[in-house]
């Protein structure tokens, strides 16, 4: 199996593989998402650690659990050979309807068959109102018309 763009990545490869990594997130289909990672993937997301695929799905079904509303626009930051640093905010509100925005950054490794290997993960969130918020596209894939991170100032 290989999950196009594969590495060793060009600034559009690049750009393309972070735009279908936040598509994916942006399903909260967490079986589907799992399948962009390799069955050994390692991961550091907060303080939570994951060890496999199996492990990655898992942590994503209760992530979207916990998350509603989710949304989530990702950007490039850099890049090389099989390499991608992303930045990235996510909105939602906790089940007693307070809202987030969480920041952060990630750095990712591929294998050849473009499955992401290794992926860790900083996140801050940062209490908002529901007037704060600025991702309003209905769930699911970000619009293409819709602003990036850059564009609105985050």
Known sequence: MSRPPLPPFTEESAREKVRLAEDGW????????SLAYSEDTK?????????????????????????KEYRLIKELFAFRDNRIAVRYAYEWHDDNGNWFRSYGNENWVFGEDGLMKERYACINDLPISEADRKFHWPQGRRPDDHPGLSELGL
């Open 43 to 67: 991961w550091r997301n907060r303080s939570h650690f994951v060890a496999n695929r199996k492990e990655a799905e898992a942590f994503l079904t209760d992530k979207w659990e916990q998350e």
């Open 26 to 33: 942006n399903s909260r289909d967490a079986a589907k998402v």
